[in-house]
C-alpha cells in the first residue's frame, strides 16, 4: 500500500525558510518521479515542483524557481522541499505525490501524471 506522509510545516514570517519532507513506503521509491502541490483556500491545487527518479532532473513552478529547490534520497526513501524567502502568497496546504509511471523519461509537471498523495501540511506566511 502507498504511503506518503509529509511533515515540516507551520507558521512563519515573510523572508523565513522552511523545509518540507515526504517519507514514502509501499512502493519502489527510486523507481517513481516525485512532486511537490500545494492548495490554497478557494484554489484548485497547482504545481510547485518535481523530481526524476534519479534526481537528475527536476522541474518547477515560475512562481518558485530560484526559491524552492527539491531533492531526494532514494536511500531513505525521502523527497524534500527546501523553502526559501518565504512570501505571505506561499501560503497553502502542501502536497507530495508520486508520479504513476515508473522511470518516466521526461518530468512532469501535470497534475494528472501523479496518482498517490499524502495527507498534506500546512504552510502559513504572515506579512
Known amino acids: 500500500q502507498v504511503r506518503l506522509v509529509e511533515s515540516g510545516g507551520g507558521l512563519v514570517q515573510t523572508g523565513a525558510s522552511m523545509r518540507l519532507s515526504c517519507a514514502a513506503s509501499?512502493?519502489?521509491?527510486?523507481?517513481?518521479?516525485m512532486g511537490w502541490f500545494r492548495q490554497a483556500p478557494g484554489k484548485e491545487r497547482e504545481f510547485v515542483a518535481a523530481?526524476?527518479?534519479?534526481?537528475?532532473?527536476?522541474k518547477y513552478a515560475d512562481s518558485v524557481k530560484d526559491r524552492f529547490p527539491i531533492s531526494r534520497d532514494n536511500a531513505g526513501d525521502t523527497v524534500s522541499l527546501q523553502m526559501n524567502n518565504l512570501r505571505p502568497e506561499d501560503t497553502s496546504v502542501y502536497y507530495c505525490?508520486?508520479?504513476?509511471?515508473?522511470?518516466?523519461?521526461?518530468?512532469?509537471?501535470?497534475?494528472?501524471?501523479?496518482?498517490?498523495w499524502g495527507q498534506g501540511t500546512q504552510v502559513t506566511v504572515s506579512p
Open positions: 523530481i526524476s527518479w534519479s534526481g537528475t532532473g527536476t
Open positions: 505525490a508520486a508520479d504513476r509511471h515508473v522511470y518516466r523519461t521526461m518530468v512532469s509537471t501535470n497534475i494528472r501524471d501523479f496518482n498517490s
Open positions: 509501499g512502493f519502489h521509491f527510486d523507481k517513481y518521479d
